[in-house]
């Protein structure tokens, strides 16, 4: 069995797609600065979603890829953005969600480690409308926070989460309904347009002060409580978190969940 499990998980090294060798040495010099600061300050982060499989996979980016995934506990992420500001180097910036605008518009509520000498959009009216701080490659930072034991009442965390999202989107640069259909489409517009009446700084702060509501270190289950809500139903066992493991990525030793396959 061992044996088995060994060679299901031997990396196959691959090309890039043609056009984005660059766009994956500019995400490495992402993971390194990140992988740096955090060695240093003892801050644990994990390689998330298509990148942790492209580094059992392949040992770094799934060929296709164009973006880089990290996840962190809910106090290692804190710690995380209390540093990272001062320790990021020239060209690269720490973007949190709330700093868009002043709070006053919203994307997502993802914070992201900004790599400042890239462009990947023309300079359109909609990077305007982010003030052009979207405009760039990045590192997207999930944060797990704790859910419910019981499976109703983690249920209902994430059904709350949802709505938030989605008064969120009422501060939108512009919502496409043509993406939605029967009650999706018609919960996006009612939520929208009653959060278009709320302030963006409030939500903001209802999301955050919900996300903690469970952060009590007594359960034994995690979300990505700022993934969006198509995401939302990821669920991790906290033992996957509590440590982590040590994985190779493009020629480097990055952290992982203790069990990367699960």
């Known amino acids: 069995m061992n044996e088995e499990k060994s060679e299901s998980r031997r990396a196959v090294k691959l090309p ?22 955090c060695r240093k300050y003892k801050i ?3 390689l ?23 996840a962190f506990t809910r106090a290692n992420y804190e710690m995380f953005l209390k540093v990272a500001p001062r320790e990021l ?19 997502d509520f993802t914070t992201r480690v900004i790599y400042d000498n890239s462009r990947v959009h023309e300079d359109n009216e909609q990077m305007q409308f982010y003030e052009g701080k979207l405009n760039h490659l990045w590192v997207d930072l999930f944060v797990l926070d704790e859910l419910p034991d019981s499976g109703w ?27 939605y259909q029967g009650k999706e489409l ?5 939520l929208s347009a009653v959060g278009k009446c709320l302030p963006m700084k409030g939500i903001f702060a209802l999301q955050r002060r919900f996300s903690l ?37 493009e020629g480097r030793s990055l952290m992982a969940p203790a069990d990367p396959d699960g």
């Open 16 to 37: 890039p797609y043609p056009g984005l060798e660059k766009v994956h040495r500019a995400n490495l010099r992402l993971l390194k600065e990140i992988d740096r600061i």
């Open 44 to 46: 644990s982060y994990m």
């Open 48 to 70: 998330d979603s298509g990148t942790l499989l492209g580094a059992v996979r392949h040992e770094g980016f799934i060929p296709w890829d164009d973006d880089v995934d990290l």
């Open 89 to 107: 180097p020239e060209g690269m910036s720490l973007l949190r969600p709330e700093e868009i605008r002043g709070g006053k518009v919203f994307y």
């Open 153 to 179: 009442a983690a249920s209902a965390v994430r059904l709350f989460q949802t709505p938030l999202y989605g008064l969120a989107m009422g501060h939108r640069y512009r919502l496409d309904f043509s993406k």
């Open 186 to 190: 018609a919960a996006v517009k009612f």
């Open 213 to 249: 509501l469970f952060d009590s270190g007594k359960h034994g289950k995690l979300y990505a409580s700022n993934y969006q809500p198509d995401f939302l139903y990821v669920t991790w066992e906290k033992a996957w978190a509590e440590k982590t493991s040590q994985v190779e990525f």
